[in-house]
């Protein structure tokens, strides 16, 4: 009898709401982005696999795409930015939190130009692809500020950092704000001039992980915090190792990828928790400005209220 009912015990637990919430695959978003290496390793290495955690990814073409799934709940997670979790979160307060930092662009976003065009000045009346409203737009302002130049001085072209930087490369635009490899590919076999770059501007840019406010998934959260922070050391100690991991996930030569990461910083664990409790709220706040002086928002955003550092390792 005791045995019947251990076993009617034990079927009951593996028909659980929480067993089957916690077998669900964990949806990530992202973008191809060499800041998200780690993401990319842990996938290659079956590192989370190990871990216990089954990772559907969907790829999309700008950081502030998955978003508007991932509040629809149909992603558990996403790569993003900062600036895009809060221009997200103007629209819907309460609704997203940042649970970790993954990097910061130092060099790796850019405004770059065709050959003839060798300073910023001489983007006056210059068709320039951007995507508007997010982080690239952010970095594009900067650059005509320190340029001398107004958002009306030039024309603008709305796409995302790929297709800008095709657009540049078939000579349909004089100037484009994209990233890496686009930046190295651009450079080297059209003679484009990077005019300006996050170098310019450090910690401007940060991505960083989101998630619903409340989550429902906090467990395999936890998880996925714990391995991509493992990876992210990984990557650090081992940067050609790493590249050649994601080498033909990226359909980039290796030696290539290991020269992007020295434009970027990426962020562990304890790095994020640092970032997280020191600077990021007061770049948050200079983007709120921005992004309210430009009218890509009319509310003021609690930067501190969406930084979420309780799920790191």
Request: glycine content about 6%; aromatic content about 6%; proline content about 5%.
């Amino acid at each position: 009898m005791k045995h019947i009912v251990k076993t009617l015990a034990l079927t009951c637990a593996l028909l659980s709401p929480l067993h089957a919430e916690e077998s669900k695959p964990y949806r990530v978003g992202f973008n191809n982005w060499i800041g998200f290496i780690a993401f990319f390793a842990a996938q290659e290495n079956g590192a989370f696999e190990k871990a216990g955690l089954k990772v559907v990814a969907k790829s999309f073409s700008a950081p502030g795409e998955g978003l508007i799934p991932l509040l629809s709940g149909d992603l558990d997670a996403h790569l993003t930015t900062l600036d895009s979790v809060i221009l997200k979160s103007a629209q819907a307060p309460g609704k997203i939190s940042i649970v970790g930092l993954v990097d910061t662009s130092n060099g790796a976003d850019a405004l770059v130009a065709k050959k003839s065009i060798d300073r910023l000045a001489k983007l006056k009346g210059a068709k320039i692809a951007v995507t508007v409203g997010e982080c690239n737009d952010v970095l594009l302002a900067k650059a005509l500020e320190s340029g001398g130049l107004k958002r009306e001085d030039v024309q603008i072209v709305n796409l995302d950092p790929d297709a800008a930087g095709a657009a540049l490369k078939a000579g349909s635009v004089d100037a484009c704000v994209t990233w890496e490899p686009w930046i190295t590919q651009l450079a080297g076999e059209s003679g484009a001039n990077v005019l300006y770059s996050t170098s310019d501007v450090p910690n401007l840019l940060l991505d960083c992980v989101a998630t619903p406010a409340n989550n429902p998934r906090a467990a395999d959260t936890r998880t996925f915090l714990r391995v991509l922070s493992e990876t992210t050391e990984f990557v650090k100690k081992n940067p050609e190792a790493a590249s050649k991991l994601i080498a033909d996930k990226l359909e980039l030569p290796a030696d290539e990828i290991v020269g992007m990461l020295k434009k970027i910083e990426l962020y562990d664990a304890a790095q994020s928790k640092a970032q997280m409790a020191s600077s990021i709220p007061a770049i948050g706040d200079e983007l709120v400005t921005f992004f309210k002086s430009q009218g890509s928002i009319t509310e003021t955003v609690d930067v501190p209220a969406i930084l979420d550092p309780s799920f790191l390792p």
